[in-house]
């Protein structure tokens, strides 16, 4: 890997996967002795954690579950 002139290196693709880093993820840097450890800001949720949280807000708002059916047939004024 290379530092840029801006003092940029692209975290491989494979890692960022496996740690869930997506374009506009927070990240810090830690210092520790002579090397750098990179993670996750803590404000910053998971890609899962995000997911989950709007499925619960999906199910609140959602109310109970309709059928095809049923929806196709409020649509129509039924």
Do not use: N
């Not at 940029?8 to 210092?31: A, C, K, N, Y």
């Not at 520790?32 to 499925?55: E, H, K, N, Y």
């Amino acid at each position: 890997m290379t530092l840029t002139s801006k003092g940029q290196v692209t975290i491989p693709q494979d890692i960022r996967q496996r740690l869930g880093f997506r374009p506009g993820t927070r990240v810090v840097f830690d210092v520790v002795g002579d090397s750098v450890r990179i993670r996750r800001a803590a404000d910053q949720p998971t890609g899962d954690a995000l997911v989950s949280a709007m499925r619960a807000v999906g199910r609140r708002a959602a109310g109970p579950r309709l059928s095809t059916d049923q929806i196709l047939a409020l649509t129509r004024g039924e």
